[in-house]
Nanobody
């Protein structure tokens, strides 16, 4: 299973970005899909998660500004970010929990994307 994240970049405070993360490979079923971020000198933190039923949850600092969504047909998760602040600057990682197939067997696992840099600065 591979994850390909995209959409990061440099944006001014108050601006917007949309991150995408597409999963590919021998996927049988995807459960939770989420976005994490890690700022310099800080631990990686959960930003937002969406379950297979579409239930979402956000860390407090992004509520009302970020929206997570998923397209199950494309095995893709999105993170729409508006009203960006300098403190949102970080490397953003996507993660999926899924059931994947190897040979005749199903396995459960979690997979991470490669990270995409988001910089909010004037």
């Amino acid at each position: 299973v591979q994850l390909q994240a995209s959409g990061g970049g440099l944006v001014q405070p108050g601006g917007s970005l949309r991150l995408s993360c597409a999963a590919s490979g021998s996927i049988f079923e995807i459960n939770d899909m989420g976005w994490y971020r890690q700022a310099p000198g800080k631990q990686r933190e959960l930003v937002a998660v969406v379950t297979s039923r579409g239930i979402t949850d956000y860390t407090d600092s992004v509520k009302g500004r970020f929206t997570i969504s998923r397209d199950n047909a494309k095995n893709t998760v999105y993170l729409q970010m508006i009203s960006l602040k300098p403190e949102d600057t970080a490397v953003y990682y996507c993660k999926v929990d899924c059931i994947y197939i190897v040979g005749a067997y199903h396995h459960a696992g979690e997979f991470w994307g490669q990270g995409t840099q988001v910089t909010v600065s004037s």
